[in-house]
């Protein structure tokens, strides 16, 4: 599957992978083997009044909540299962992002260009993220996704060459196509 964009995001909103669904994707049995039909995964749907609904999965763990109460949510906690939204499936692929922030790290750790090739987040997410958010099973599960860096026609910065990720961000252009409406997940208000 590929993405393309205007401009990535700054700040880690989310974060977006795409899931084959041969791998684990529930809680209550991690080892299953599905496709997207065994689940009822489905694309987006939006109501005649406005309400989009996203399927969601389960897929993963991290650090979400301070447990231990020292103020922050990190590897002195337990970590949780991570949902995600279903923002489409392909067949038995599925483009995730993740339902609420699970991180905070910065793009770049100086004040200087940098495409998303060569920026810190990408390699974090893509190497510290991954290896503690998934275990070796559901990593398999992870495909590698070509991101296509376009140039921004409105800041006229470079997109930087393509490349290959597990983990990304969602890019603006992204955002724009998530309709801005009210929402459910699951069917829940």
Avoid: H
């Avoid at 939006?46 to 996203?54: I, M, N, P, R, Y």
């Avoid at 499936?89 to 100086?110: H, I, M, P, T, W």
């Amino acid at each position: 599957m590929k993405r393309t964009t205007l401009k990535r995001s700054s700040i880690v909103l989310s974060f977006m992978l795409v899931l084959s669904l041969f791998g684990t994707v529930s809680p209550a049995n991690p080892a299953k083997e599905a496709k997207a039909a065994d689940y009822g995964l489905s694309n987006p749907r939006v109501s005649g009044d406005g309400v989009t609904t996203w399927d969601c999965i389960y897929f993963g763990n991290y650090w979400q909540y301070d447990i231990n109460g020292d103020g922050k949510a990190d590897k002195n906690d337990t970590k949780q299962f991570i949902k995600w939204r279903v923002l489409s499936v392909d067949g038995d692929d599925a483009f995730l992002l993740a339902d609420k922030n699970l991180d905070s790290q910065r793009y770049n750790e100086k004040w200087a260009s940098v495409t998303w090739e060569t920026c810190p987040l990408r390699q974090w997410l893509n190497s510290d993220f991954y290896e503690n958010a998934f275990d070796s099973s559901e990593q398999i599960a992870v495909l590698t996704t070509t991101v296509v860096n376009e140039d921004n026609p409105e800041y006229k910065t470079k997109g930087g060459n393509n490349t290959s990720d597990k983990v990304f961000l969602l890019f603006i252009g992204e955002t724009r196509q998530i309709p801005q409406r009210k929402f459910t997940a699951d069917g829940v208000r």
